[in-house]
């Protein structure tokens, strides 16, 4: 690098930077804030090869499959996932917590961590959010074969008390596929408090104290901190939520583990961890985008959650933030627009095809993507605000 450097020589050179990822070279040490470059070095331009070492490339992860006994075989039939001849509960997309670790499945950073880029790259990586101790949201698809237990989550506040302390958790659930008649439980009914949820628990039956939705595919839920929900049977789902362990369960359907032993309950914390005035009238209604193709699903304090509807190519991502794309529908090639990527410098991993279930995160130092649609394709986008 430093022999690279040493050649510089002061000639005209047409390799221009591009303007977004002028921000990050203080963190990089990179080249320069010029526009253009000079040099005679053609494509192995010193100022090129600084920015090669930007987080200039779509991510794509191998998914951590969850194997509860709950799970199914819709993740492969589905999605798409290598779950082999047995079945998987949930397929993590997109995990930086502890040892659960998000791994790069191609390109140059083929093995890296989602947690060594947060903590090592985090400017490229994260943009305005940098820096974070963790990359704050999770991302995974869930298959319900079996309904999952009545449980809530604490908030910030709460589970910032716990030993060790953790994030809370508010969730949101895109219905991908409903098996007819299955539901979402979530939210209490009006006029139930905390005495009567606690007289229902002790019969067993705190299921009946929950609003039962029909679960219809393209439905979304939020699920703020603080609010009961069970996934129910026959449902699979795409959820994005905080990245975060905790999970009081309050029923599990008077069920019996692998063991033959019913699962732990922690009934005392999910009463406490409720929020007795959050109320639920069903899924999030989309609203229209200022790009006719996008609709928001969800917006909160935590994440955003947009759905995009594509037959033409269309601009995703941004200069500085990073965005999680999952591919739900057909199928989409991402391609980097960047001058700077022509001309012999590409990465492997940098024009990729995505199929419906395979998901992708985007970097802030990437900048936009243009989205090829194969005919018409659907995408949910997940960032922080
Ligand atoms: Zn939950």
């Known amino acids: ?20 990822l002028l921000q990050y070279s203080a963190h990089r040490g990179a080249a320069t804030k010029q ?11 010193p ?37 082999g001849p047995e079945t998987a509960a949930e397929s993590w997309e997109l995990c930086d917590r502890h040892e659960d670790q998000s791994v790069v499945a191609s390109g140059s950073l083929t093995g890296t961590t989602l947690g060594q880029l947060v903590r090592q790259r985090g400017p490229e990586l994260l943009g305005r959010h940098a820096p974070q101790p963790r990359f704050p949201l999770l991302f995974k698809f869930i298959d319900a074969r079996q309904a999952l237990s009545v449980q809530v989550h604490p908030d ?5 008390l716990l030993q060790p302390p953790d994030l809370g958790k508010t969730e949101a659930w895109y219905v991908l596929a409903a098996e007819p008649g299955s539901v979402i439980y979530a939210g209490l009914k009006r006029g139930v408090d905390r005495a009567m949820l606690t007289r229902e628990v002790a019969r067993g039956t705190s299921d009946l104290c929950l609003n039962k939705f029909l679960a219809q595919p393209g439905d979304c ?5 603080g609010l009961p929900h069970a996934i129910g049977a026959g449902v699979l789902v795409a959820e994005i939520q905080q990245s975060s362990d905790t999970t009081y369960r309050l029923f599990d359907f008077n069920r019996l583990g692998p063991d033959g032993q019913p699962r732990a309950l922690h009934i005392e914390q999910a009463l406490e961890a409720i929020d007795y005035n959050l109320t639920i009238a069903g899924p999030s209604p989309a609203k229209p985008l ?6 928001r699903l969800v917006e909160c304090e935590k994440f955003i959650f947009d759905r995009w509807t594509l037959t033409a190519d269309t601009m995703l991502g941004e200069a ?10 057909g199928s989409v090639a991402v391609a980097c627009e960047s001058g700077v990527l022509q001309g012999g410098l590409s990465d492997a991993g940098l024009n990729i095809v995505l199929g419906s279930g395979e998901t992708v995160l985007l970097p802030a130092a990437l900048g936009k993507v243009r989205v090829q649609p194969r005919g018409r394709a659907v995408l949910l986008d997940a960032y922080m605000p």
């Open 221 to 225: 839920y939020f699920v703020p901190a």
């Open 35 to 45: 526009s253009a470059v000079t040099c005679q070095w053609g494509g192995k331009c």
């Open 320 to 329: 500085d933030r990073c965005h999680f794309l999952a591919v739900i529908e």
């Open 290 to 295: 200022e790009q006719p193709q996008g609709e």
């Open 47 to 83: 100022a090129i090869f600084n920015f090669q070492t930007f987080l200039m490339q779509p991510l794509c992860f191998t998914p951590l499959l969850r194997r509860y006994l709950w799970g199914g075989r819709r993740l492969a039939t589905v999605l798409g996932k290598d779950l």
């Open 1 to 20: 690098m430093a022999e690279l450097q040493a050649k510089i020589a002061p000639r005209p050179c047409k390799h221009a930077i591009p303007r977004h």
């Open 156 to 160: 910030d506040v709460r589970a910032a």
